[in-house]
């Protein structure tokens, strides 16, 4: 069965950094591709960043680039998001989610979501 | 970028009727689109895909059609599992991928 969990959300004061992980199985990370999407609260969906297979490039979205990378360990089949300079219009839950093959398309399945809160 | 604007906001529907959800894209976006619903507490789940194809496990109550700019999703006889939002994507052009600002199905 292929899942996604998300951890490492949080609370974190404006300009801290926070790193989400999320753990794949039932699949190999590296032949997807793979992305991070956000909501915040009471609000509709927002895409934040992606990484294609293959040689991996990125993306992100202008309202987080420069302060947000994505990256993955096929080793460990996991996902990442490292979010710094956060500031308070990043609280959201954050999805990560898998596309249909190596490049951009619909996302399925999604995680279950981590909360990240930015506030002092 | 392309913008996706859904319509309306709000639909209030009564069980057993039909419901009929619009998404337009500021351009052309061919079937590039997928639809998704978001129940609360739980994280989106996709219906659609290529504007018409049903996700695995998706009953065929829920349709899609349309191509270009306009699309629309049906939901032919509501059912209480229904009431949700409902939000539509464009894989077209990226980055970025857009999502339309979302319909909420709630009961009439």
């Known amino acids: 069965e292929v899942q996604l969990l998300e951890s490492g959300g949080g609370l974190v004061q404006p300009g801290g950094s926070l790193r989400l992980s999320c753990a794949a199985s039932?699949?190999?990370?590296?032949?997807?591709?793979m992305s991070w999407v956000r909501q915040a609260p009471g609000k509709g969906l927002e895409w934040v960043s992606s990484i294609i297979s293959g040689g991996g490039t990125t993306y992100h979205a202008d309202s987080v680039k420069g302060r947000f990378t994505i990256s993955r360990d096929t080793s460990r089949n996991t996902l990442y998001l490292q979010m710094d300079n956060l500031r308070a219009e990043d609280t959201a839950v954050y999805y990560c989610?898998?596309?249909?093959?190596?490049?951009?398309?619909?996302?399925?399945?999604w995680g279950q979501g981590t909360l990240v809160t930015v506030s002092s | 970028e392309i913008v996706m604007t859904q319509s309306p906001a709000t639909l209030s529907v009564s069980p057993g009727e039909r419901a009929t959800l619009s998404c337009r894209a500021s351009q052309s976006v061919s079937s590039n689109l997928a639809w998704y619903q978001q129940k609360p507490a739980q994280a989106p789940r996709l219906l659609m895909f290529d504007a018409s194809t049903r996700a695995t496990g998706i009953p065929a109550r829920f349709s899609g059609s349309g191509s270009g700019t306009n699309f629309t999703l049906t939901i032919s006889s509501l059912q209480s599992e229904d009431f949700a939002v409902y939000y539509c994507?464009?894989?077209?052009?990226?980055?970025?991928?857009?999502f339309g600002g979302g319909t909420k199905v709630e009961i009439k």
């Open positions: 039932g699949f190999t990370l590296r032949i997807y591709a």
């Open positions: 989610a898998r596309h249909r093959d190596g490049f951009l398309n619909w996302f399925d399945p």
């Open positions: 994507q464009q894989y077209n052009v990226w980055p970025p991928l857009t």
